[in-house]
Every structure is written in structure tokens, then in C-alpha cells.
């Protein structure tokens, strides 16, 4: 079992930026991949990024590719979506999930945090 908190949203300006963490607890948390998704009103969840259990190996979906950047500190059992140069477009609650296996779908992933609002004002 993990669980996982989000924290580090909030109101920006386009052009902003924000840097999103997500705190994991329970064991062998080292062992798994991480994903940030996000989840516009009246739209699907959508992917944005994913990070393998020791970092080697990262994701992004094309609308973010360039701007964000994911991280993780398994020491501190944490993971970090450093987000720049932010749009309107990429206003959204975030959220952060893991798996065992590292995926680009939401569907793939069983654990998941309760979500963090990113605003970005135009």
C-alpha cells in the first residue's frame, strides 16, 4: 500500500511557474514508477509525466515537453513536478499516482493522491 499526498498548487500567472511535490508513505516506495496526471472540468485525466522506480527513465506528454520537469528523492520518499513557462491551458487539478510498472495511462496506475489545483491566470 502507498499513499500519497500532493501539495504546491496554486495561482500563477502564464509564464509562472510552480513546483508541485508529492509526499509517499508505506513501504517500498523506492520500487515504484510515479506519474503526474491531470484533470481539466468536463475533460478526461490526462497524462503528464512519468519517472521509473530509480529515476533512470522519464516520460512527458508532448504538451508539457520542454516545460516540466519530473523528479523523485527516494531518500525522502517524495516526488517532484517542477512545471515553467506554465499557460492557461494547463490549468487543471494535478494529481500524483504509482505503480509497479511505469505506464502513460491513467488506467495502469493503482495508487493515487487526492489532487492539488494548478490555476494559470492569462
Known amino acids: 500500500q502507498v499513499q500519497l499526498v500532493e501539495s504546491g498548487g496554486g495561482l500563477v500567472q502564464a509564464g509562472g511557474s510552480l513546483r508541485l511535490s508529492c509526499a509517499a508513505s508505506?513501504?517500498?516506495?523506492?520500487?515504484?514508477?510515479m506519474g503526474w496526471f491531470r484533470q481539466a472540468p468536463g475533460k478526461e485525466r490526462e497524462f503528464v509525466a512519468a519517472?521509473?522506480?530509480?529515476?533512470?527513465?522519464?516520460y512527458y506528454a508532448d504538451s508539457v515537453k520542454g516545460r516540466f520537469t519530473i523528479s523523485r528523492g527516494n531518500a525522502k520518499n517524495m516526488v517532484y513536478l517542477e512545471m515553467n513557462s506554465l499557460k492557461p491551458e494547463d490549468t487543471a487539478v494535478y494529481y500524483c499516482?504509482?505503480?509497479?510498472?511505469?505506464?502513460?495511462?491513467?488506467?495502469?496506475?493503482?495508487?493515487w493522491g487526492q489532487g492539488t489545483q494548478v490555476t494559470v491566470s492569462s
Open positions: 499516482a504509482a505503480d509497479r510498472f511505469i505506464g502513460t495511462n491513467h488506467w495502469e496506475y493503482d495508487y
Open positions: 508505506g513501504r517500498s516506495f523506492s520500487s515504484y514508477a
Open positions: 519517472i521509473s522506480w530509480n529515476g533512470d527513465n522519464t
